[in-house]
């Protein structure tokens, strides 16, 4: 019945015209836009972006895990809580792991040999943290058995490694991150291990400084990725300024095609510089990303901070850039060797660091010593 109705209503004679108006059609023939087309404007004017952020090292001295312990473990994840919102919302989260996550069953330690608890990857969990670098001068510190410990916690809170590895096939296989369809590839390496020899037969297990295998790695991995990280672990301890052989290195590893360089050793802030290559590109270089949180007390290595960028992509496998490159200082607070909390250096006078506003100043020209592109934020948003 509502069917019949409606078909009368259509038809019923409303308006003024006659019956006898005429009505003229005009027909036009569409043209099929071609494909090219379609994809260019899409290049152009469509884009994605995901933002990823780099800290400094995780060094678990045994005065931060005793300082955390509790009766049923160790309980790091509450003394980050001020920082790690800003780490939780990135879309990729890189961190260096200094020491190996060998736990107790392999003799807890602090410096020279460390060894961590196994809660340390929770803390890295919690961190957000997505990859780390297992390429350092303590990679060997527990051994053969400390690397494959440290792999199979990682393996198990669904943390990528790079820099160290538990056999030769883990060696060869590229460290690849699929972020939203853009593909961020990673590489890491250390000057040494603290005199530890490899074992024999064994030379897989972590990656060392050598430009020729560096470069090699970087050509096999740079037409598979939008984007190529490169962690180098070297430098001088407590030095404010990287090293002139240094600089010269990584700026050959930034024009051989790295996007992004990541140092770390030091541990205390060396400036960050945005390279500009021959080609006309540009690649972001942190020098030193210092401590992200440690139990060292010297005031510049309790300074630290979350390196942050957007990597925006064109659609349709278009140009990847980097973007909006910033710096939020961090700062581990302590009482002596007690209390340890990691927290934004803008919040370090409430937690009670003297002429707070002074050391930030002097952080935010250090960081910019090298460009001024730099952005230093008080928080990351």
Do not use: C
């Not at 056999?167 to 972020?179: G, T, Y």
């Not at 850039?321 to 200082?329: E, L, N, S």
Request: proline residues 4%; charged residues 20%.
């Amino acid at each position: 019945m509502i069917k019949l109705l409606m078909l009368v209503l259509l038809s019923w004679p409303f308006g003024q015209e006659s019956d006898s108006a005429v009505h003229e059609t005009y027909s036009k023939p569409l043209t099929p836009v071609p494909k090219e087309t379609i994809d260019h404007v899409i290049d152009s004017y469509f884009e994605k972006a995901i933002t990823f952020a780099a800290g400094g090292d995780v060094l678990i001295h045994d005065h931060l895990y005793e300082d955390v312990a509790t009766e049923s473990g160790y309980d790091f994840i509450s003394r980050v809580d001020e920082v790690a919102p800003y780490l939780k919302q990135q879309d990729l989260v890189f961190l260096n792991q200094e020491t190996p996550i060998g736990g107790e069953a392999l003799r807890l330690s602090g410096y020279p040999s460390f060894n961590a608890p196994l809660e340390t990857a929770n803390l890295l969990n919690y961190l957000g943290a997505d990859i780390v670098s297992f390429a350092n001068n303590h990679t060997l510190d527990r051994s053969t058995i400390g690397v494959e410990k440290t792999v199979d916690i990682l393996k198990e809170k669904d943390i990528e490694y790079v820099g160290a590895n538990i056999s030769a096939e883990d060696a060869s296989r590229q460290r690849i991150m699929d972020v939203d369809g853009i593909k961020i590839g990673f590489l890491a390496y250390t000057y040494g291990t603290n005199g530890i020899p490899v074992p024999q037969g064994e030379e897989y297990l972590v990656n060392f400084i050598d430009l020729d295998v560096i470069l090699s790695d970087m050509s096999a991995m740079r037409d598979a990725v939008d984007v190529l990280v490169v962690s180098m672990h070297q430098g001088v301890e407590y030095a404010p300024y990287p090293r002139e052989d240094h600089v010269i290195q990584f700026e050959q590893i930034a024009e051989a095609g790295a996007d992004i360089i990541l140092g770390h050793h030091p541990h205390v802030l060396q400036p960050i510089d945005i390279y500009e290559r021959q080609d006309g590109g540009e690649t972001i270089i942190a020098y030193s990303l210092a401590n992200f949180f440690s139990a060292q007390q010297d005031l510049d290595t309790k300074l630290g901070g979350i390196l942050e960028f957007d990597i925006t992509q064109r659609l349709n496998g278009g140009e990847t850039t980097i973007q909006g490159v910033r710096f939020m200082p961090t700062y581990v607070h302590s009482n002596e060797y007690s209390d340890f909390e990691l927290v934004p250096l803008a919040d370090a006078e409430k937690f009670g660091l003297e002429n707070a506003a002074d050391v930030y100043q002097e952080v935010s020209q250090h960081m910019q010593s090298y460009t001024d592109t730099l952005e230093i934020v008080d928080y990351l948003d």
